[in-house]
């Protein structure tokens, strides 16, 4: 596998992919405003002057009709100067001009403009109107409001020459401004999408460095997922997996140790005896038969030390299936009791059954057998020096459940919630000469957890263990 760091420019990286959508944000961005302000800035700013011309135009009217004619001459002129704005009022033999600066009387400025507005106003009959006029030698544009005023003089007309010629200058300094806004826009976003994606890469990099160590059989290794909440889980999803690996790759060292242990006891004694009848037991059927029967028990255990580790493959692949049937769960465990029985005689056991009433239960009789097994050969192998073992049935409405009990060495607290686990031998009988390889329990967890029913060990250190699992009732097959 070749993870060697990509070098330079990678167009896939987390990096330059956020840079380009950074920049492709600026440079959109900046398209949108530049329309805006070309074609809605430019409408936008008429409709303003246009309210502002007919503002202007009541207020002129109204000042015209009420004030004195001297403090008319002042507010007009002071009108025209702040807006910058050109108004006229034609009426009786002189026409009073005002641009700002002076009032005029003579002024051919937009004479002929003001004419074909007030022809046209006369057509459509209106008291006012709006008229939009671009002088054709310097293209600029101009709005002219006309309105006639009644006072106690006569009808006069009244003319406001609004220019939107500044427009354009303005909007060539916001151009300016813009190009601007826009390179340092860029520049921001270039700088945003480095601090960003540094605070992002930097952690999956980290991740990606213990990562390989990993792959390369360090189990210790530790992620870091830096201050992010996304890649800070990402590491300690990581950080749990490294562990659960290491965990199993430690137990199953032990189980290949603890399995060719358990092998070679059998094999030695096979071979011995064989090698017995073949040099001197052959001839005496007396002992010839004690010696094959030492070589059938031995082969038994190896077969079921085989079936146990094809359990615990199947296990391993999540294939172990339940062939569910309704049976009496109480001559099941007899059965197992009787097993078992015979060590009672030969070994001086004081193996205890007591059973309940028959009781009907649904599931796979040979799979519930094969954890009572387990739990029984536990509590003998495991079992105090009274060599007691108690296989209790207990009913109690729809349940009925076994328990078996020993006055062993039990099981130390912190061991307790990993008996389950693959390949877990608890420190107590670490050090004690018993055949084991710690899958017997975590089988049972399996086939138990398949049947979705309750189970558990009540174990005190020194004083013994009580391994326990319940069935509901069923009803008649
Ligand atoms: P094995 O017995 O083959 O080691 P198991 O999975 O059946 O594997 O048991 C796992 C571990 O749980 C045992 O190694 C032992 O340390 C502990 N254990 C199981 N049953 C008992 C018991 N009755 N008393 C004390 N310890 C027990």
């Given at each position: 596998?070749?993870?060697?760091?990509?070098?330079?420019?990678?167009?896939?990286?987390?990096?330059?992919?956020?840079?380009?959508?950074?920049?492709?944000?600026?440079?959109?961005?900046?398209?949108?405003?530049?329309?805006?302000?070309?074609?809605?800035?430019?409408?936008?700013?008429?409709?303003?002057?246009?309210?502002?011309?007919?503002?202007?135009?009541?207020?002129?009217?109204?000042?015209?009709?009420?004030?004195?004619?001297?403090?008319?001459?002042?507010?007009?002129?002071?009108?025209?100067?702040?807006?910058?704005?050109?108004?006229?009022?034609?009426?009786?033999?002189?026409?009073?001009?005002?641009?700002?600066?002076?009032?005029?009387?003579?002024?051919?400025?937009?004479?002929?403009?003001?004419?074909?507005?007030?022809?046209?106003?006369?057509?459509?009959?209106?008291?006012?109107?709006?008229?939009?006029?671009?002088?054709?030698?310097?293209?600029?544009?101009?709005?002219?409001?006309?309105?006639?005023?009644?006072?106690?003089?006569?009808?006069?007309?009244?003319?406001?020459?609004?220019?939107?010629?500044?427009?354009?200058?303005?909007?060539?300094?916001?151009?300016?401004?813009?190009?601007?806004?826009?390179?340092?826009?860029?520049?921001?976003?270039?700088?945003?999408?480095?601090?960003?994606?540094?605070?992002?890469?930097?952690?999956?990099?980290?991740?990606?460095?213990?990562?390989?160590?990993?792959?390369?059989?360090?189990?210790?290794?530790?992620?870091?997922?830096?201050?992010?909440?996304?890649?800070?889980?990402?590491?300690?999803?990581?950080?749990?997996?490294?562990?659960?690996?290491?965990?199993?790759?430690?137990?199953?060292?032990?189980l290949v140790a603890n399995v060719s242990h358990d092998l070679k006891t059998p094999l030695t004694m096979i071979k011995s005896y064989a090698e017995m009848i073949?040099?001197?037991?052959?001839?005496?059927?007396?002992?010839?038969?004690?010696h094959l029967g030492v070589i059938i028990a031995e082969t038994d255990r190896l077969n079921k030390l085989v079936s146990n580790l094809m359990s615990v493959s199947l296990?391993?692949?999540?294939?172990?299936?339940?062939?569910?049937?309704?049976?009496?769960?109480?001559?099941?465990?007899?059965?197992?009791?009787?097993s078992?029985?015979?060590?009672?005689?030969?070994?001086?056991?004081?193996?205890?059954?007591?059973?309940?009433?028959?009781?009907?239960?649904?599931?796979?009789?040979?799979?519930?057998?094969q954890?009572?097994h387990n739990?029984?050969s536990?509590?003998?192998k495991?079992?105090?020096?009274?060599?007691?073992?108690?296989?209790?049935?207990?009913?109690?409405?729809?349940?009925?459940?076994?328990?078996?009990?020993?006055?062993?060495?039990?099981?130390?607290?912190?061991?307790?919630?990993?008996?389950?686990?693959?390949?877990?031998?608890?420190?107590?009988?670490?050090?004690?000469?018993i055949d084991g390889s710690g899958i017997g329990?975590?089988i049972?967890?399996?086939?138990?957890?398949?049947?979705?029913?309750?189970?558990?060990?009540?174990?005190?250190?020194?004083?013994?263990?009580?391994?326990?699992?319940?069935?509901?009732?069923?009803?008649?097959?």
């Amino acid at each position: 596998m070749n993870r060697e760091k990509k070098q330079g420019f990678d167009l896939n990286s987390i990096k330059t992919t956020t840079l380009a959508y950074f920049m492709l944000f600026a440079v959109v961005l900046m398209i949108i405003i530049w329309i805006l302000q070309g074609f809605i800035t430019d409408k936008y700013y008429e409709t303003l002057r246009v309210q502002e011309a007919n503002r202007t135009t009541v207020a002129v009217k109204q000042q015209f009709r009420d004030a004195p004619p001297d403090d008319f001459d002042k507010y007009a002129r002071q009108t025209a100067q702040t807006n910058g704005i050109y108004i006229r009022i034609d009426g009786g033999m002189d026409s009073m001009i005002y641009d700002g600066i002076a009032n005029l009387s003579k002024d051919t400025r937009f004479e002929s403009e003001l004419t074909k507005a007030m022809t046209q106003l006369g057509k459509q009959n209106l008291e006012s109107a709006n008229y939009r006029i671009s002088d054709k030698n310097t293209g600029n544009n101009y709005l002219i409001s006309i309105s006639k005023i009644v006072s106690p003089e006569g009808v006069v007309n009244l003319y406001i020459v609004t220019p939107l010629v500044p427009i354009q200058s303005t909007l060539s300094i916001i151009r300016v401004l813009m190009l601007y806004v826009f390179i340092i826009a860029i520049g921001f976003a270039l700088l945003l999408s480095i601090y960003l994606t540094s605070k992002i890469v930097r952690p999956i990099e980290s991740i990606t460095g213990s990562a390989l160590e990993l792959a390369r059989g360090n189990f210790n290794v530790k992620f870091d997922g830096g201050k992010m909440t996304e890649t800070n889980e990402l590491a300690e999803v990581l950080n749990t997996a490294s562990y659960e690996m290491g965990k199993a790759d430690f137990y199953q060292r032990e189980l290949v140790a603890n399995v060719s242990h358990d092998l070679k006891t059998p094999l030695t004694m096979i071979k011995s005896y064989a090698e017995m009848i073949q040099d001197i037991s052959g001839d005496n059927p007396e002992k010839r038969n004690e010696h094959l029967g030492v070589i059938i028990a031995e082969t038994d255990r190896l077969n079921k030390l085989v079936s146990n580790l094809m359990s615990v493959s199947l296990l391993q692949s999540n294939t172990i299936t339940l062939d569910r049937k309704t049976f009496d769960f109480v001559e099941m465990c007899q059965e197992v009791y009787e097993s078992v029985a015979v060590l009672n005689e030969q070994e001086g056991y004081n193996i205890v059954f007591t059973p309940c009433k028959p009781t009907l239960v649904y599931g796979d009789r040979e799979r519930l057998s094969q954890v009572l097994h387990n739990f029984v050969s536990n509590a003998i192998k495991y079992g105090g020096e009274d060599k007691y073992v108690g296989i209790e049935l207990k009913r109690s409405g729809k349940k009925v459940s076994v328990h078996v009990k020993d006055n062993g060495m039990g099981i130390p607290k912190d061991d307790l919630p990993h008996i389950w686990d693959r390949y877990y031998r608890s420190s107590a009988n670490h050090n004690r000469e018993i055949d084991g390889s710690g899958i017997g329990l975590s089988i049972s967890k399996t086939i138990l957890s398949l049947h979705n029913t309750n189970f558990g060990v009540n174990s005190d250190e020194f004083i013994g263990s009580d391994f326990w699992f319940e069935m509901p009732v069923a009803k008649k097959a």
